[in-house]
């Protein structure tokens, strides 16, 4: 029997009928392209990431990159991250013409180790971008407090982690920056492409405003050069509808992630995920380690 690796379908069939209502109400009202839909679902995100600002956009790639430039990231400067995540975050930097800084990350929870930073800060560090992957979050405390001491940006890269926590605190709303994919695979998934950045920063989230909207501080009258980066009426309304069922949906990510340690615990050669006495993870991806990687994945298509 084939089993897919993300079956979203079950995941959608519950809850059709209020998705099909949520998309009629958008095509009954146009907000298409902004509007009151991504302003709800902009405010709810918001509450639920106990953050004070949500600004939608197009992508969590656009999140990266916006966060970046309005925080003044750009030609000469250079941010320091792990290779050790999606191309995005390297991406995100690349196109604010600045230079991305690998540090390697901690073998167990595969996020950012912290004692590596100093080795790779220079005259040029502008920012720091820690991901937490898989849904585990980066150890914040000490790159936060190293940001501090030498006054740099902390930019978080949240992608893989809706409602994860740190120290009882969600993933996003440490640094200056939380960065958030709604890619359709992801925990919160939209219908398509979707992102967006959280703060508590009214300067940053009116510089990102403008910029997701082709710089425009009103209907054409352009402040800056900024991009289409604008989340869309429809994905905001059902990202609304699946928001409510997110705790929800990570808890018996939580459930099922026990249990595939349990089965996993007397076969030797395989590394189950590990979970930081700090954190909250909420599976994303449940990875493993094992030796000979390749023949296991060949054996599994």
């Known amino acids: 029997m084939k089993i897919p690796f993300l079956d979203l379908k079950a995941h959608h069939v519950p809850l059709v009928e209020e998705f099909n209502c949520a998309i009629l109400d958008v095509i009954e009202s146009s907000a ?3 509007g009151p839909f991504v302003e709800k679902f902009e405010e709810e995100f918001a509450a639920f990431c106990g953050s004070s600002y949500t600004i939608g956009v197009g992508n969590g790639t656009d999140a990266l990159w916006l966060a970046l430039l309005a925080l003044g990231i750009g030609e000469g400067g250079e941010v320091i991250t792990v290779p050790n995540t999606f191309i995005a975050t390297a991406e995100a930097i690349i196109r604010c013409k600045a230079r991305p800084v ?3 990350v901690d073998e167990n929870t595969f996020t950012m180790d912290p004692d590596k930073l100093e080795k790779s800060l220079t005259a040029r560090t502008k920012a720091i971008i820690p991901v937490h992957l898989f849904g585990q979050p980066a150890d914040m405390d000490p790159i936060l407090e190293f940001a501090r001491a030498y006054g740099l940006f902390v930019i978080e890269d949240a992608a893989q982690a809706h409602g994860a926590e740190y120290k009882g605190r ?3 709303t440490l640094g200056d920056a939380g960065c958030f994919s709604f890619y359709p695979g992801k925990n919160l998934g939209a219908f398509g492409e979707a992102g967006a950045v959280v703060t508590n920063n009214a300067e940053l989230r009116k510089k990102i405003q403008v910029l ?3 710089g425009q501080a009103r209907k ?4 800056l050069v900024g991009w289409n980066c604008r989340m869309d009426g429809i994905q905001a309304a059902i990202l609304s509808i699946k928001l409510r069922h997110l705790e929800e949906a990570n808890l ?3 459930e099922r992630a026990l249990q595939y340690n349990q089965a996993f615990a007397g076969i030797d050669g395989v590394a ?3 979970e930081a006495d700090y954190a909250r993870h909420v599976y994303h991806v449940y990875a493993i380690r094992v030796q000979e990687r390749d023949e296991l994945r060949r054996s599994l298509e």
Do not use: E, I, Q, W
């Not at 054409?220 to 402040?223: D, F, L, R, S």
């Open 212 to 214: 997701r909207d082709h």
């Open 32 to 34: 298409f392209a902004g």
């Open 272 to 274: 189950t995920p590990f």
């Open 102 to 104: 690998f540090v390697d």
């Open 220 to 223: 054409y009258y352009h402040t």
């Open 170 to 172: 969600k993933a996003g």
């Open 252 to 254: 018996l990510r939580r």
